[in-house]
Nanobody, 123 residues
């Protein structure tokens, strides 16, 4: 099993940047599909950036070109760099891990979740 702890959330103005971190313990995160998800107030949790065991990366259209997911294997840490933030990016952000064969944006395939970190973008 893998345990995940996120950090790096906060409040920024529209157009600003943040970097989220997700430290993994208990297992090697590169053995999993790892991803970033978010849940805005009153909405369901959605996946938007994933990195497969082999290193392949996918983004949802809503963040393509603005967000960058990366995995530091030596530090066993998943990162999310967020640029050009918009008010609609306001949400609780979660990192999660799934078996390598289930690398999708579908939350149902993810067995391991962090506690979440709040990101608030003001206009």
């Amino acid at each position: 099993q893998v345990q995940l702890v996120e950090s790096g959330g906060g409040s920024v103005q529209s157009g600003g940047s943040l970097r989220l971190s997700c430290v993994a313990s208990g297992d090697t995160l590169s053995n999993y599909c790892a991803g970033w998800f978010r849940q805005a107030p009153g909405k369901g949790r959605e996946g938007f950036a994933i990195i497969a065991k082999g290193g392949g990366i996918s983004y949802a259209d809503s963040v393509q070109g603005r967000f960058t997911i990366s995995l530091d294997i030596a530090q066993n840490t998943l990162y999310l760099r967020m640029n050009s933030l918009k008010p609609e990016d306001t949400a609780v952000y979660y990192c999660a891990a799934a078996g390598p064969e289930y690398c999708t944006f579908d939350t149902r395939y993810y067995d391991y979740w962090g506690q979440g970190t709040q990101v608030t973008v003001s206009s």
